[in-house]
């Protein structure tokens, strides 16, 4: 069937509510911030209107830089971590009965009932020295006395790596679940091993969909500002977690909303990077 | 203290507070019923449990004045919302409990009403420094309770409590500590001008301020956890996770009493005094109920009874309290206090925040 291009208004109203939402829930407040990140900051007081590159040149500095920087790596390392876990046992879930599927599904979204908060305290509860799963360790004899895991690098991974997997899993599911096992028999007919039929057919047959969610992932972990605060040290802190600072405790709105406006900039560079990066790599 | 348990209320709270007290308006029937009411802010959790329980009941008893509390959050965010809310010609609190930093910040819009001592004959109860005024002399708040940020430790952890805040630099503390993590709650900058620079006047200067950085940045090494969240530091000295940091005054003795292995400590060169004032916003139409009200607060007996229940400093004269030692010393001290440089966080107030999340998160 041939689709016609729409040519009375008419055609084009089923856009119309989409498109209110957008603009309503997105344009407005998007644009908002922006003109807030140009106003004029009083420290004593709040701000007032006005149109200054203050805000803005105060970010670019060193220190932002490196946050920045820290805040970026820190969401990309979240995505491949989330993804590198979820793809092998998404795949590994969709080759059992309907009905584990069905339990482990439930399970997944049960956890993400889970507030951000809820999670936060539960793993640094079981990263402290006095109560935390190296206790576990040293009754079973693998290590000598416990140690605290909280705060560090490695709590705010793990913290963030749990809170994102669910959502990585369900993104993959559908694709997986619908990948045509004929490939995966032809290659298994040819003499792929289980593990090199899964690297070389199975993987390249989803590349868009893996892409697509480490897009997902990164931009998820990229807002993330309760985990770092929890469970690393300051030099762990997100950008995010200064943009709170500003807008709650310094009541410095223009501040915050330039660097929320440079934090949105970035990612979506970032995103239209890779999407590019895939566009080429598909030509070829 | 002000802030324990002091989740931030949500946006849709305050809203809903706003279209409440709207149509409240918009029902003169309703209105003319309840014709003697206030809304008061407190901050939220053990505080407006025990204003609820303790003070609001004897105020309504004693004046026929109907009090509706209101959980209010963290000073800071709170005036964001009273702000945005008095633009509107709403006030989700006619009266607020709040922090000085706040306070004085709400001062630069005129936030806050100005207020009549001549309707709060007790006010010549309180101790100067805590009637809060205009730069041109007009009343902008009045003292509310006072609180005291001390040095606590674990008791399992360290048998004798230590005696001076010096005890934060101390190399065999290496990782044990749980401090504020903010300048202008923390009151580090003021405890480091004290303790090693002979007083806050250290602080006057841009150089005096970077060199009390400096000698707060040999302190980042014993920290383990800046909190924002109380109830974070709380558990962790309680369990003995972090065995010391600074904390509210108050809420130790609380815990100590119900058991908890923690003491809290006056240091030698003093604990850090903070407080609360009562401010009216200007887009309350309820100023001779809230006349009333902080009347009611200033007198001696009813600051002696906060003290016994509550747990906070008076803000009123010692001598005209009749609190025993024991009680003036559960819950203040005779040691001179460490007083705020509050001018700096609102003067200096971006210079200040830069240079400390450069310090800690650096």
Sequence with gaps: MKREAPKSLADYSPLFFPGLMLIVFFVVPFSTMIAVSFFQRDPSGFYTPDFVFDNYARFLSLFFAKVLGFSLMLAVTVAICCVVIAFPFTYLLTKRPRKVQTIWLVCLLSVLSLSEVIIGFAWSTLFTRTAGITNLFVAIGLMKEPVALTPSFWAVLTGMVYQALPYTILVLYPALVRLDPTLLEAARTLGASPVRAFMNVVVPALRNTIVATLIMVFVFALGSYLLPQILGRPSHWTLSVLITDQAIYQSNMPFAAAMAVFLVLMSLALVGLTLLVGRRENAL | ?362
Excluded at chain 2, 166 to 191: M, Q, R, Y
Excluded at chain 2, 217 to 245: C, H
């Design chain 2, 1 to 362: 203290m002000t802030k324990i348990l002091n989740h931030p209320i949500s946006r849709r709270a305050v809203l809903g507070a706003g279209v409440a007290s709207a149509s409240l308006l918009a029902m003169p029937s309703i209105l003319r019923a309840q014709d003697k009411s206030i809304k008061i802010g407190v901050y939220g959790g053990y505080f407006k449990k025990s204003f609820d329980e303790h003070i609001f009941p004897e105020f309504t008893k004693a004046t026929g004045i109907a009090v509706e509390s209101v959980a209010e959050p963290t000073g800071e965010a709170w005036l964001v919302q009273l702000e945005q809310a008095a633009k509107a010609g709403q006030a989700p609190a006619d009266l607020s409990m709040m922090s000085q930093t706040s306070m004085l910040k709400g001062q630069s819009t005129e936030l806050w009403a100005p207020l009549d001592l001549a309707k709060i004959k007790n006010s010549s109860n309180l101790l100067d420094h805590f009637v809060n005024k205009y730069p041109d002399g007009r009343v902008a708040g009045i003292g509310a309770v006072a609180w005291y940020i001390t040095l606590v430790t674990n008791t399992n952890v360290f048998a004798t409590a230590p005696d001076s805040w010096a005890a934060f630099w101390d190399p065999a503390n290496a990782d044990k500590l749980g401090l504020l993590a903010l300048a202008s709650n923390s009151f580090l900058l003021e405890v480091t001008a004290t303790t090693f620079m002979g007083g806050t006047k250290a602080l006057d200067t841009e150089e005096g301020i970077q060199k009390a950085l400096e000698k707060l940045a040999e302190v980042k090494p014993n920290v383990r956890l800046w909190y924002r969240d109380e109830a974070q530091f709380e558990q962790a000295l309680k369990s003995g996770e972090i065995p010391m940091g600074q904390y509210y005054h108050d809420v130790t003795g609380l815990a100590a009493a119900e058991g908890q292995p923690v003491r809290s400590t006056f240091p030698k060169e003093g604990g850090i005094q903070d407080s609360g004032s009562w401010v009216l916003s200007r887009a309350s139409k309820k100023t001779e109920e809230a006349h009333a009200f902080i009347d009611h607060m200033c007198q001696p007996a009813v600051q002696s009874l906060m003290s016994r229940k509550v747990g906070t400093a008076p803000t009123v004269k010692r001598e005209l309290l009749d609190l025993t030692p024991e009680q003036f010393a559960g819950v203040s001290s005779d040691i001179p206090p460490i007083l705020p440089r509050y001018d700096l966080y609102t003067t200096k107030a971006d210079w200040i925040n830069q240079k400390w999340t450069e310090l800690i998160v650096g």
